[in-house]
């Protein structure tokens, strides 16, 4: 079955650590994304992907990087520089066009320890 | 620019109970309209969508939602709600990009 698939779902680092979430789709999507969830804020655009060897900053980049190198994959770095990093990471991935949806991993939670 | 207000952020009903989870949008350009469910530690998925045509939107689990241009409003409605209705709800709009717009989202509680 297509989708996306996010890995580790729970994810735990420590202080000054980097660490980088997984996303994976075999939708043949051109464009990919990834949010963040606090609780009450909604989905919170961190980066985003139109296609191959190019991405674009969101509204909250500060402190994440991202790569794409290949269509299906879509890797989020966490780097020590982000000062509030526990949260709850969403990726989604869309066709080019304006009026399909966006589909969704499960989440990966990470927590600082 | 596009912005999506969900008004309130908590909505308890009771079991058989209508649903009415409100949601108004801003676009400087014809929308295209979402809804998407997300239960707890889940990825979020679609409820419905409204691209053009029909105003009136049938989704999963018998939701609906109607556009409205006139009022800017995408409620999301269902007749008579279910235990397992429990969950968040995200309106969302994509308009002028590849970005889609969410709500802040709003959590369905459903008392027995």
């Known amino acids: 079955d297509g989708g996306i698939t996010q890995s580790p779902k729970y994810l735990f680092r420590k202080e000054g650590q980097n660490v980088t979430l997984s996303c994976e789709q075999n939708?043949?999507?051109?464009?990919m994304y990834w949010y963040r969830q606090d609780p009450g804020q909604g989905l919170r655009l961190i980066y985003y992907?139109?296609?191959?060897?190019?991405?674009q900053k969101g509204d909250i980049a500060e402190g994440y990087s991202v790569s794409r190198e290949k269509k299906e994959s879509f890797p989020l770095t966490v780097t020590s520089a982000q000062k509030n990093p526990t949260a709850f990471y969403l990726c989604?991935?869309?066709?080019?066009?304006?009026?399909?949806?966006?589909?969704f991993g499960q989440g990966t939670r990470l927590t600082v320890v | 620019a596009q912005s999506v207000t969900q008004l309130g952020s908590h909505v308890s009903v009771s079991e058989g109970a209508l649903v009415l989870l409100r949601c108004n949008y801003s676009?400087?350009?014809?929308?295209?309209l979402f809804w998407y469910v997300q239960y707890p530690n889940q990825g979020l998925q679609l409820l419905l969508k409204y691209t053009t045509g029909a105003t009136l939107v049938k989704g999963i689990n018998g939701f609906e939602a109607e556009f409205k241009k006139s009022e800017t409003s995408f409620h999301l409605t269902k007749p008579s709600a279910h235990m397992s209705d429990a969950a968040e709800y995200f309106c969302a709009v994509r308009a002028g990009g590849f970005k889609t717009i969410f709500g802040a989202g709003t959590r369905l509680f459903v008392k027995a």
């Open positions: 992907s139109q296609i191959v060897n190019d991405f």
């Open positions: 676009s400087s350009v014809p929308p295209y």
């Open positions: 939708l043949n999507h051109d464009a």
């Open positions: 989604a991935s869309t066709q080019g066009q304006e009026n399909t949806e966006a589909f």
